[in-house]
């Protein structure tokens, strides 16, 4: 059994969280996909390479362009780790849809981006909570062929992997403002940088509208800014440059987050998720 294989085996206990079940590669590490399902991948690939045109940043569509997606197809993720093996160190990890902490942060920490090898329903184009295949690859790993994003990512591995459970809720703060959901200002205006908002044709429109808050990014206010993963984001941070990324990795970032834990969390920008267990920094991931 492969090392990857293993992996989602130990990790499927976990994994029966979800509705969704992560594809297993054959012995040559090719995962096999249904017609259905490489048909999602073109229909999502279509839809959003017109969505991001003119929104996203320049780093995310030099990563795109090394990266080749194939869109009428899902591509294998051996295909995808060349790239970015060559472009900064990273390569993919296959998981199931939802992960650990623990294993989490170990990933990133070793330079291994945690992809869910199974694609959404057509029943599920427009949103789901698990992220699936399109999310991890379309949305995130063009942005880790960016040295300033991959040092970032990899440094908020490591010191996940040394931090307390209540320390690492508040780094899923810092994670969900920054990669999934970071806008960054350019010589060509504001534009994306998150694999959350860049996967989503809706929040990709409203990210760069009027409609929510907007604020320089501050490490110690990401800390401490709430959010709900079922919702279009009412608040984006703003970075000045995406060197800010590593620049940030190079600081003391455990000491921010004692900072953010003495000086306490903001009020919601948004009413509290209608079931009993609420969304909001509550996830198994960041």
């Excluded at 090898?117 to 057509?122: E, G, Q, V």
């Excluded at 079922?230 to 990324?245: A, C, F, G, K, S």
Aim: charged share 25%.
């Amino acid at each position: 059994m492969t090392t990857a294989t293993s992996r989602l085996s130990e990790l499927s206990e976990f994994a029966s969280k979800t509705g969704y079940r992560a594809r297993l590669p054959d012995d040559q590490g090719h995962i096999a996909y249904s017609d259905t399902e490489h048909g999602t991948w073109h229909a999502l690939m279509q839809r959003q390479l017109g969505m991001i045109e003119g929104r996203v940043c320049q780093q995310y569509l030099d990563g795109l362009e090394r990266l080749a997606l194939p869109e009428d197809r899902i591509p294998q993720l051996g295909e995808v780790d060349r790239v970015l093996q060559a472009a900064t160190g990273w390569q993919t990890a296959q998981v199931p849809a939802l992960i650990p902490f623990d294993t989490f942060f170990d990933l990133l920490a070793n330079r291994r981006f945690p992809v869910a090898t199974f694609i959404r329903t057509p029943e599920e184009m427009d949103y789901l909570k698990e992220p699936d295949i399109f999310h991890e690859i379309f949305g995130h790993c063009p942005m880790l062929t960016d040295p300033s994003f991959a040092e970032f990512t990899a440094t908020y591995g490591r010191l996940g992997k040394a931090a307390t459970p209540k320390e690492r809720v508040y780094l899923a703060r810092l994670y969900w403002l920054t990669v999934e959901f970071g806008l960054v200002d350019t010589p060509a205006g504001r534009r994306i940088y998150g694999g959350g908002i860049i996967s989503s044709p809706k929040e990709t429109l409203h990210a760069l509208s009027d409609v929510p808050a907007h604020r320089p990014f501050d490490p110690v206010d990401a800390l401490r800014t709430p959010y709900r993963i079922d919702i279009l984001q009412p608040l984006y941070y703003v970075l000045d440059d995406l060197t800010t990324l590593h620049d940030l990795s190079r600081q003391d970032i455990m000491g921010m987050v004692q900072r953010a834990m003495e000086l306490g969390l903001f009020e919601p920008r948004f009413e509290p998720a209608p079931s009993a267990q609420s969304p909001q920094d509550d996830k198994e991931t960041p």
